[in-house]
């Protein structure tokens, strides 16, 4: 298993910090960017299905 680190979605920030759990085992984190508009996020699931919902996004 490969240790991912974890990067803001909306400022590509490594500054995170964990901040508890949003249920059914996801973890949430907090961005610390001051200049990052996004306060916490929930890490997404492996790119590969991330880029897959991208394709199916721009196909409709
Ligand atoms: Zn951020």
Known sequence: MVLEPVL?????SSDVVKHGQSGEDKQRYKCRNP????????????KES???????YEAT
């Open 8 to 12: 803001c979605p909306t400022c590509e």
């Open 35 to 46: 200049e990052c508009g996004r306060s916490t996020f929930i890490r997404e699931y492996a």
């Open 50 to 56: 991330r880029n897959n919902k991208l394709d199916n």
